[in-house]
């Protein structure tokens, strides 16, 4: 039983758990915890509902190249091993926008934990009123953008 209440199935669910392991895995090295984290997957569990069609057309088009390959859905594939890695591989190709929104889904939410900003030596707060310190870049590269004709609508 799911302990986020969300509308995907618990197969959806468990496809979307290991899905998110493979693509931050935990640093034994760092001590950091992968994407499945408890409270790290709540968070992607949270905005996957927020994108639910997208997401779950992605879970379906996992699933489908699981079936293809291995005859189960990714979710009926043995958790650790090769038939994860190969469907996951083969998913990617086949469905880069998909697999994309999975990965952007993961990187946002694992990057909003604490735990996870500590160990970057960045304060876990919100970026904004304080803001961050960025360095100053070469701003020279900007002359194209900046020599090039409007391409817009004014406003009036």
């Known amino acids: 039983m799911n302990t986020t209440e969300t509308s995907f199935t618990d197969a959806q669910t468990q496809s979307l758990r290991w899905v998110v392991d493979m693509i931050i895995p935990a640093s034994t090295e760092d001590g950091l915890p992968s994407a499945n984290d408890p409270v790290i997957f709540a968070n992607i569990l949270a905005a996957a509902q927020l994108r639910r069609d997208a997401v779950e057309a992605a879970l379906s088009a996992l699933d489908e190249v699981a079936r293809e390959s291995q005859g ?46 500590s160990s970057l030596d960045m ?6 009123p304080a803001g961050y310190d960025v360095d100053q870049g070469d701003w020279s590269l900007l002359e194209p953008v900046r020599g090039r004709p409007e391409f817009f609508r004014k406003t009036p």
């Open 72 to 117: 189960k859905d990714f979710a009926g594939l043995a958790p650790e091993g090769h038939l994860l890695t190969g469907a996951v591989e083969t998913f990617r190709h086949a469905y880069p926008d998909e697999a994309g929104l999975l990965a952007m889904l993961t990187v946002q939410c694992y990057y909003r934990d604490d735990r996870v900003m």
């Open 123 to 128: 304060e876990a707060r919100a970026p904004h």
